[in-house]
Nanobody
């Protein structure tokens, strides 16, 4: 049974940094498509960053150059390093996995969509003021 658990959220001032973690149980991330999404009330869930089994990445334009997605060598933890945070980065952040692999090779914008991600964590709140 695959489970994802996020941690590391919190409140931070604009310009600050946070690192989110997503711990996987029941499998390793080695061959799967892993992603971070965020959502604010009343808006659709937005794809923030994706990393594929080979370590290739793709980012939403709104976070490019500020956020970095990575995973550890044991392939059991996904990270999102967030820098130069702004109030518009506020939201609930979710990690997600597509156990069948990423939709595109190489990664492309459709991989930032929620379709295909079949395992989701419970979310961790990030508030930037």
């Amino acid at each position: 049974h695959v489970q994802l658990v996020e941690s590391g959220g919190g409140s931070v001032e604009a310009g600050g940094s946070l690192r989110l973690s997503c711990s996987a149980s029941g499998y390793t991330m080695r061959n799967y498509c892993m992603a971070w999404f965020r959502q604010v009330p009343g808006k659709e869930r937005e794809g923030v960053a994706v990393i594929d089994g080979a370590g290739s990445t793709i980012y939403a334009d709104s976070v490019k150059g500020r956020f970095t997605v990575s995973k550890d060598n044991a392939k059991t933890t996904l990270y999102l390093q967030m820098s130069r945070l702004a109030p518009e980065d506020t939201g609930m952040y979710y990690c997600a996995a597509n156990l069948y692999g990423c939709r595109s090779v190489p990664l492309s914008r459709p991989d930032l969509g929620a379709v295909g991600y079949n395992v989701w964590g419970q979310g961790t709140q990030v508030t930037v003021s």
